[in-house]
């Protein structure tokens, strides 16, 4: 397929209107409608549909135009990389990863010190978890990726290099409206009778394994798809949930988070390619340390034993 046409079908869809996005491509409205056209042919269906303002995406043409942008964005990037090289410019983008709770809190301090080092440096952010992540770094799609031993933990894989970053203290997050609202910590007993909500498989684990160790239950019974969602329950009263100390600096307002006597952790590392590293890669995780350091999560200098 050719991008140029996939450019014309993303231009339609954005401006609403064939004329429009003929004008802003310098071409005639006959010769965009051809290229919607063939590009309908193309796929087997019809990607838009005309409405009394212009045109919109059909639900298989707005499917289409994510996937088309995405494509269309990563060309760019690509011709600009070969454009770099041919203009003796070789600083490559810089791919980042990170899980949720490090991508939301600590991981956006740390590229702020870096390009405050380096200067100018092109950079992306993808949240996901660790296991996620492992695989892109493997895939080539990440430079470096911040991920933790949660359960499931993480898989020994001579394809990366693997640092310790410290440990993270589990906190409890509560409606700033809480009995226990403003504690420095409290006993995993005293929630005994909360409702609480989970996002992921490994956050739930250590708080089932955290209150087994006190010979309590936690009664996990909601689930969110993910951290905003968890934090939101939180915030309407709905549930408590255990969350990443990490994260208790980025936390909304009209939560509050308190600690918990001999809390769970989980070990926080980087994870690089052993081969073609980023140049960059081990000054961020210089800068992470330096954050995460100053974050008092830090449980001690040397990695646990999680084998």
């Not at 380096?118 to 799609?141: E, Y």
């Not at 993270?168 to 403003?182: I, N, R, Y």
């Not at 992921?200 to 019974?221: F, K």
């Not at 070990?267 to 974050?295: C, E, K, M, N, W």
Request: aromatic share 2%; with cysteine; hydrophobic share 45%.
């Amino acid at each position: 397929m050719d991008l140029a046409v996939w450019r014309a079908f993303v231009t339609v869809c954005r401006v609403g209107s064939l004329s429009a996005a003929a004008a802003e491509l310098n071409h005639t409205q006959s010769a965009v409608s051809r290229q919607i056209a063939g590009l309908e042919r193309q796929l087997g269906v019809p990607l838009v549909e005309r409405h009394a303002r212009g045109v919109r995406p059909t639900p298989a043409g707005e499917v289409f135009r994510r996937h088309a942008l995405a494509t269309l964005h990563e060309a760019d990037r690509a011709v600009r990389a070969v454009r770099d090289v041919r203009e003796g410019v070789c600083d490559r983008p810089l791919a980042i990863g990170a899980t949720p709770s490090l991508a939301a809190g600590i991981v956006p301090e740390a590229v702020r010190g870096l390009l405050k080092q380096t200067g100018s440096l092109r950079w992306s952010l993808l949240p996901g978890l660790s296991a996620q992540l492992h695989g892109r770094v493997i895939a080539g799609d990440l430079d470096i990726a911040f991920v933790t031993d949660a359960p499931p933990g993480l898989a020994v894989d001579p394809r990366v290099d693997r640092r310790f970053l410290g440990l993270d203290e589990m906190v409890v997050v509560l409606p700033a409206d809480h009995p226990l609202a403003g504690q420095e910590s409290v006993r995993i007993e005293a929630l005994a009778d909360e409702t609480w909500v989970e996002d992921n498989d490994g956050s739930a684990a250590l708080l089932r394994q955290h209150a087994a160790r006190a010979g309590a239950s936690a009664h996990i019974d909601l689930t969110a798809a993910d951290l905003p969602g968890k934090l939101a329950l939180v915030a309407t009263g709905h549930a408590i949930a255990l969350i990443p100390g990490v994260l208790t600096s980025a936390l909304r307002a009209d939560v509050t988070a308190v600690g918990l006597v001999d809390p769970p952790t989980r070990g926080v590392y980087t994870i690089t390619p052993r081969r073609d590293t980023h140049p960059r890669a081990a000054s961020l995780h210089d800068q992470l340390a330096r954050v995460f350091a100053g974050s008092d999560q830090t449980g001690n200098d040397k990695a646990p034993d999680r084998s």
